[in-house]
């Protein structure tokens, strides 16, 4: 994931040796996490429609959030974009962003999709529920909520991808804000005692687990279970949105914010309120099979197929503000 587009950084006069960089004032800087082929077409069509040159330099959130920090006051960035409520949540605590006082964009993302200090703000939302095999689990004994998944109905018949998943993590940190750290952590004990095997790397092998029949359900990331679709479209699974009698299904976001020594913050507000716009929301979700933030938009045809749900509405800052607490919980409970 690690990618420096050198010809940008030339341009956008990026430097490696604490020199202030001189900057065009038709371009913006995007230190982004998110893999290129799912910016770059947002980039190109904001480009078209305002003339302002997008220039981005591509990382893990983690390596990102430590070159703004060595950078300080010289850094190059005005936008950080990244993903999980998490990562934009450690951002904000560790001052790289600035509040941005956007009625357009206060308006358009909901309130819990966004900090609460206009720090930061979620662009596409992505759910992670349920995904079973509808040849092994009827319809009536599908989950009602996360903590179902702790029955021992389910055992021996659950996968689940790793405790250092912060999909994970930041689940866990939601359930700790809504029902406590004890009643969490009586959860997650039933789900490791229901694994049918140790924990995936990733949501897309958990998936292939249940399609070969080696357990009947996983927690998933519900864009994986798009991607999969789009590669095997007879793969024998269906999504089931849980929490729907309850708190709602947990959702996670991508999203930005403008970071706190942006050199043009003027384009960098530009650009967060355009992918906040009708076009570049449908056009967001569709690129990585997510839902838009914007509740007034229809998500990408195949994800519209999967039905509508109630979104769980703790805000997403508790998944940054309960992470550290979220992981202690997970390795108390076994959850490796």
């Not at 909901?110 to 206009?118: E, I, S, V």
Request: proline share 4%.
């Amino acid at each position: 994931m690690h990618r420096f587009l050198l010809s940008g950084l030339l341009a956008a006069g990026l430097t490696v040796g604490g020199v202030a960089p001189v900057l065009a004032d038709d371009e913006v800087v995007v230190y982004s996490s998110r893999q290129e082929h799912l910016i770059k077409p947002l980039f190109d069509r904001f480009t078209e429609q305002t003339g302002i040159r997008v220039r981005y330099v591509t990382d893990n959130a983690g390596p990102l959030m430590a070159r703004l920090r060595s950078e300080g006051r010289n850094t190059p960035a005005d936008v950080f974009m990244t993903v999980d409520a998490g990562n934009l949540w450690q951002a904000a605590e560790h001052n790289l962003l600035a509040e941005l006082d956007s009625e357009l964009l206060q308006d358009a993302i909901p309130a819990h999709l966004r900090d609460p200090d206009n720090r930061w703000f979620g662009l596409s939302v992505r759910a992670r529920t349920v995904v079973y095999s509808p040849e092994r689990v009827d319809a009536d004994e599908l989950p009602g909520s996360y903590e179902d998944l702790a029955d021992e109905r389910w055992h021996g018949r659950l996968c689940l991808r790793t405790s250092q998943s912060v999909y994970n993590q930041s689940l866990i940190a939601t359930m700790i804000a809504r029902n406590g750290a004890d009643d969490t952590e009586e959860t997650v004990r039933g789900w490791v005692s229901n694994l049918a095997t140790q924990p995936f790397s990733n949501d897309t092998s958990a998936m292939e687990a249940v399609a070969a029949g080696q357990c009947d359900i996983a927690l998933v990331n519900s864009y994986y279970f798009g991607r999969l679709l789009n590669q095997n479209p007879d793969v024998p699974l269906d999504i089931h949105w849980v929490g729907q009698d309850g708190d709602g299904v947990h959702v996670n976001i991508s999203g930005a914010g403008i970071t706190r020594h942006a050199k043009r913050p003027e384009a960098a507000r530009q650009l967060l309120e355009w992918l906040a716009g009708e076009e570049a929301q449908s056009l967001f979700g569709a690129l990585n099979m997510e839902y838009p933030a914007r509740e007034d938009i229809t998500p990408e045809e195949r994800v519209a197929s999967w039905g509508t749900f109630r979104a769980d509405q703790t805000n997403l800052s508790e998944a940054g503000r309960l992470q550290t607490q979220a992981v202690m919980l997970m390795d108390r409970a076994g959850f490796r």
